[in-house]
């Protein structure tokens, strides 16, 4: 506060080199997970990041409502079911459990709705019916698809790096008879040993891009404060969402910040399940205490794509250390509080809030530590 006591860093954040006045309350959507394996380190990043720009926002001043979603209806889900010869319902369940094991143990709030995508259906059934009444979809053989050919250049990419995101997630699926090769569905025909629901068009199922938007709307209404998900997700998955959203209902932007969590890699590569490149959350939980694995991911700038090396996580744990260390002396200094807030707001700083903590300690140290969910 200022010598008129007035709260001088909390009317704003800085998020992403944008200032983000705050009005409450703020919607955060975080993509999440398609519960079909364990959670790996790259998952926990963008969770962790997403709680933690909830709580700064918390901090400034906002109420916050997150909505999280579960990917319970999915292909590759449906694959690795059948895989293990079980019913997908039931083992997407028995994966979202270990997966709030792993949240709970980093700490990472339970947000508000975590709705999973069987339960919204219907509501990607009037989202596609929207999209025909308003001539942004067509019908064609049992499926409805949105007309993305604009969706790439609205978000700045070139036709060809567009071309290559989206054939790396599988949405430029040849033999489909499209107008426009970045046309998407919204709805898909499914075959009978496949999941299905009753539509206008047909026994089908929603596509991806189309559940988000629908949960989205369903939850948070027509826009968002932050849309957050890892940085593979900006295209196509988030701008399809945004733009679905915005076709049907006239409102935009979608979003009024983007969140792109950046990538973690093992020796320069991508995490990731399908080429077994990766670090589970339950393996490292094993090895270290929690808050070093949090603090581990939180220590850098959000957007950074960085390295995981095991090695790294015990200079967490000695900076653990020194903090709490400060945090358990007396001292408080307004001027240090106010510093840490105005570190973590401006494009969440964690490293000069952390500095800032451990050179005042008190009341500073335990705010850092209370902020990041670290005490
Ligand atoms: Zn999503």
């Known amino acids: 506060?200022?010598?008129?006591?007035?709260?001088?860093?909390?009317?704003?954040?800085?998020?992403?080199?944008?200032?983000?006045?705050?009005?409450s309350p703020a919607r955060l959507y975080v993509c999440g997970i398609t519960p079909y394996d364990v959670t790996h380190l790259g998952h926990a990043s963008t969770f962790v990041w997403a709680d933690t720009a909830a709580a700064v926002l918390r901090l400034a001043g906002a109420e916050t409502v997150t909505c999280r979603n579960v990917t319970d209806v999915d292909d590759v889900l449906t694959r690795a079911a059948v895989q293990r010869g079980r019913h997908y319902d039931e083992f997407a369940l028995e994966?979202?459990?270990?997966?709030?094991?792993?949240?709970?143990?980093?700490r990472v709030r339970r947000p508000e709705h975590e709705p999973r995508a069987r339960h919204h259906v219907g509501r990607v059934v009037q989202l596609a019916s929207a999209l025909l009444s308003t001539g942004h979809a067509y019908h064609r053989d049992g499926a409805v698809y949105f007309r993305g050919a604009d969706v790439p250049t609205k978000t700045g990419l070139t036709l060809e790096r567009a071309t290559e995101l989206a054939t790396e997630f599988g949405d430029r699926l040849d033999g489909l008879d499209r107008d426009d090769p970045f046309d998407v569905p919204v709805w898909r025909p499914s075959a009978d040993d496949q999941p299905g629901w009753p539509s206008p068009w047909g026994r089908g199922?929603?596509?991806?891009?189309?559940?988000?938007?629908?949960?989205?709307?369903?939850?948070?209404?027509?826009a968002v404060d932050i849309l957050a998900g890892g940085a593979d997700l900006t295209f196509p998955h988030h701008a399809y969402q945004a733009a679905m959203v915005e076709a049907a209902t006239g409102v935009g932007p979608f979003a009024r910040a983007e969140f792109p969590v950046g990538t973690v890699t093992i020796h320069g590569v991508k995490m990731a399940k399908s080429t077994g490149n990766l670090v589970l959350v339950s393996d490292l939980l094993g090895h270290h205490p929690a808050a070093s694995v949090r603090l581990l991911l939180l220590n850098r700038p959000w957007q950074q794509i960085w390295d995981f090396r095991a090695s790294d996580i015990a200079a967490q744990t000695n900076q653990l250390d020194r903090l709490y260390a400060a945090a358990g002396t007396a001292r408080s200094s307004q001027a240090a509080t106010a510093a840490v807030t105005a570190a973590l707001v401006n494009d969440l700083d964690v490293p000069a809030a952390l500095a800032i903590g451990e050179d005042s300690g008190g009341d500073a140290a335990r705010l850092v530590l209370r902020t990041l969910s670290l005490d």
Do not use: K, N, S
């Open 95 to 106: 994966q979202e459990y270990f997966f709030g094991r792993d949240m709970a143990a980093l």
């Open 205 to 222: 199922r929603p596509g991806w891009h189309a559940e988000c938007a629908a949960i989205a709307l369903g939850t948070l209404g027509p």
């Open 1 to 23: 506060m200022d010598h008129h006591g007035r709260r001088e860093y909390t009317d704003r954040i800085r998020l992403g080199g944008a200032a983000l006045p705050i009005v």
